[in-house]
């Protein structure tokens, strides 16, 4: 088992749900996000429901990628290495393009793809160093196609860090003597604190804990990429690679 892991925006949402899941199993945590005060409240639930676990907190705006950097050496340091990171912080701000709502735009664009550039070279660094380790990217369903009006700049970001993960992955390949897997999943609606607006086919939206939990079956089963919950999703997305953009756009 890959024991100790580092889940980033994990003060909510998908973050904060796939790390009860992962307590349950036993896992060792460090959780980053920049709400210190709910990071506590969460270490402090998961330890007392699961005593025999270590869950250390750390505050951290992935945006300050010198930080992001000294977190996960403080993290590495707190549990005696790391086995997994996910790279899950998230925004989901923005607006159509050409609406005046570029700085929108440029802080998810940062947060989404330039930070979690961050990560992905903090943690690989890492399981580099120790031979071994699990890179896991929070992409979206939203990353199959050029997206509609608010969600451009997002779908472009997820797409984008998406790109990252398959790079690196193809970086391993025939490198031998490493135990390193790079993992990309990409959800579909699954509730939490950033889609609480979304108002488009919310009958195909799962409560947070089945589809986090479908998240960690994928997780642990170190696939190379997923959508979740498979069911609608992993259909879906096919046509949403294929069909003609109009039938796309209807389709969010």
Known sequence: MRKNVLITGASSGLGAGMARVLAAKGHDLALTARRVDRLEQLRDELVAAHPDIRVVVHALDVTDHDQVFA????AITDLGGLDRVIVNAGLGKGGRIGTGKFHANKETAETNFIAALAQ???AMEHFYERRAGHLVVISSMSAMRGMPSS?????ATKAGIAMIAEGIRSDLIGRKGLDIKITTLYPGYIASEMNE???QETRMMVDTETGCRALVKKIEAEVVDAAVPSWPWAPIGQVMKHAPLGVVRRMV
Do not use: D, H, P, S
């Not at 977190?71 to 403080?74: E, P």
């Open 71 to 74: 977190v996960f050496k403080q």
């Open 120 to 122: 992905c070279e903090a």
């Open 151 to 155: 969600m451009t700049t997002y779908a």
């Open 197 to 199: 607006g979304v108002q």
